[in-house]
């Protein structure tokens, strides 16, 4: 599985928008595109994409408002394209946790590289240590570089939220994760009633990971908790 990172872009007019969502998708991004602040924030949280680029100039709200919604449950990279070119613009949007501001216009290379950075700042935020660490336990492998999982050295074909509760598991190996924090993680805080959805994916899961679904290898259960990952392997000697 290569699955490529998920990019929101917030933007109001339909030529900026199209323009770098064409450019995106050509370097295999898949992009999603929101024309006010309100389904910004509503889609930040259900899709829980990789990065948000955001414009600032929005008809119902400032785009501000999304930096804020956003910063109050997810540290997901937000990039500012915005035409306001003052510095007390800039501060005021990296203040409240905006990752890096472009002034508008932008042209394809100088987006592409600010892309790939914030992306690169996201991955270490979620405590990715490099865009090509391997986690390894048993005989179940997950690469992160990749966004690629194997059993045996099989191939397994997981969905974006299977890979990500997987990857989130994996990242925490050893520790319990509560429900309310898996889920938080994947759908965002605004989803209600989804422990049932998590179930789902994780009964999914383990049919294509574990040998024995029953008894599971690799993600067990901690009853009423969440979820744990089996600890990671140590790296071999020498
Ligand atoms: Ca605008």
New binding site residues.
């Given amino acids: 599985m290569t699955t490529k990172e998920t990019i929101l872009i917030v ?3 339909e030529n ?1 928008s199209d323009f770098i969502a064409t450019s995106l998708r050509a370097q295999g991004y898949r992009t999603v595109c929101a024309r006010t602040a309100a389904e910004g924030i509503t889609l930040a949280s259900s899709l829980c994409p990789e990065l948000i680029l955001l ?4 008809p119902d709200q400032d785009g501000l408002e999304v930096i804020r919604s956003v910063r109050s449950w997810s540290l997901l990279p937000i990039v500012v394209i915005s ?1 306001r070119s003052q510095e007390k613009d800039k501060v005021e949007a990296l203040d409240l946790g905006a990752d890096d501001y472009v002034t508008k216009p932008v042209g394809v290379s100088e987006l592409s590289a600010r892309v790939r950075t914030a992306l690169r700042h996201g991955m270490l935020a979620a405590g990715v240590r490099s865009a090509s660490e391997v986690f390894r336990t048993g005989g179940l492998t997950l690469d992160f570089g990749r966004r690629q999982v194997k059993t045996d050295g099989n191939e397994v074909h997981l969905t974006q939220v299977e890979y990500k509760i997987v990857a989130f598991l994996a990242r925490n190996a050893g520790r319990v994760m509560t429900y309310d924090a898996i889920i938080s993680h994947v759908w965002g805080p605004y989803m209600d009633d989804n422990n049932r959805i998590l179930r789902v994916n994780m009964a999914n899961i383990r049919r294509k990971l574990e040998k024995n679904p029953a008894e599971p290898a690799y993600i067990f259960t901690e009853i009423g908790v969440g979820y744990r990952m089996a600890e990671e392997d140590s790296p071999p000697e020498g």
């Fill in positions: 933007e109001d007019e900026i414009d600032l100039g929005l035409a």
